[in-house]
């Protein structure tokens, strides 16, 4: 009997645990104030920068012993989630809206709703109807859609692994891959977010 209670236990915890990376406001911080983002998640680290009293919308990436990576000018770093309010129904597959991107070439695709936009810098931007995010049959990830224009289709695979842009010094919680086919097929890496600035 105590090992059975001992496995509910853990099986509640687990359905109890938070997905990440998910969108967050400030909350716990007084008007004018702000939220220091430190070097590492301890109140030791050094503060590096800080998120105003009436953030909104700010990506949490990942979870450590209760402080929350977040990105913020340039930089990656720590702040405590007990200053934070999750927006609930933000992390994927149930978001509605996240980006993905990449260099050399520049290039973002942008999902809102069913809509999907790929820009570069060099062509025109195509916009594409898309279905629903789905995930892989009994996995966590990888997640993916799939979409379509007069003349070309579209497919955006997420993967829940930490990416970096190679610009900046920001974490992100997915890595992304775009498939376009039509006259020709491109494939184009990089990140992605839940952070739609």
Same mark, same amino acid.
């Given at each position: 009997?105590?090992?059975?209670?001992?496995?509910?236990?853990?099986?509640?915890?687990?359905?109890?645990?938070?997905?990440?990376?998910?969108?967050?406001?400030?909350?716990?911080?007084?008007?004018?104030?702000?939220?220091?983002?430190?070097?590492?998640?301890?109140?030791?680290? @050094?503060?590096?920068?800080?998120?105003?009293?009436?953030?909104?919308?700010?990506?949490?990436?990942?979870?450590?012993?209760?402080?929350?990576?977040?990105?913020?000018?340039?930089?990656?770093?720590w702040v405590p989630l007990d200053s934070m309010e999750r927006q609930e129904g933000t992390e994927l597959p149930?978001?509605?809206?996240?980006?993905?991107?990449?260099?050399?070439?520049?290039?973002?695709?942008?999902?809102?709703?069913?809509?999907?936009?790929? @820009?570069?810098?060099?062509?025109?931007?195509?916009?594409?109807?898309?279905?629903?995010?789905?995930?892989?049959?009994?996995?966590?990830?990888?997640?993916?859609?799939?979409?379509?224009?007069?003349?070309?289709?579209?497919?955006?695979?997420?993967?829940? @692994?930490?990416?970096?842009?190679?610009?900046?010094?920001?974490?992100?919680?997915?890595?992304?891959?775009?498939?376009?086919?039509?006259?020709?097929?491109?494939?184009?890496?990089?990140?992605?977010?839940?952070?739609?600035?």
């Amino acid at each position: 009997m105590n090992k059975f209670a001992a496995l509910l236990i853990c099986l509640a915890g687990a359905a109890s645990a938070q997905e990440f990376p998910a969108l967050y406001h400030v909350t716990g911080v007084d008007e004018g104030d702000v939220l220091n983002m430190r070097t590492r998640p301890t109140e030791n680290g @050094t503060v590096i920068g800080a998120l105003g009293f009436d953030a909104k919308h700010v990506e949490v990436v990942e979870e450590d012993d209760g402080w929350g990576r977040v990105n913020v000018e340039g930089l990656s770093g720590w702040v405590p989630l007990d200053s934070m309010e999750r927006q609930e129904g933000t992390e994927l597959p149930a978001g509605y809206q996240y980006k993905c991107f990449g260099t050399e070439p520049f290039w973002s695709a942008t999902v809102v709703g069913e809509n999907l936009t790929f @820009t570069r810098p060099d062509d025109d931007d195509k916009a594409f109807k898309v279905g629903e995010l789905v995930t892989a049959i009994s996995r966590d990830a990888p997640h993916a859609l799939l979409g379509s224009k007069l003349g070309e289709n579209v497919a955006l695979v997420l993967n829940h @692994t930490q990416c970096s842009d190679g610009m900046s010094d920001y974490v992100f919680g997915f890595s992304g891959s775009v498939v376009i086919g039509g006259y020709d097929t491109q494939v184009y890496t990089g990140c992605c977010s839940l952070d739609m600035k």
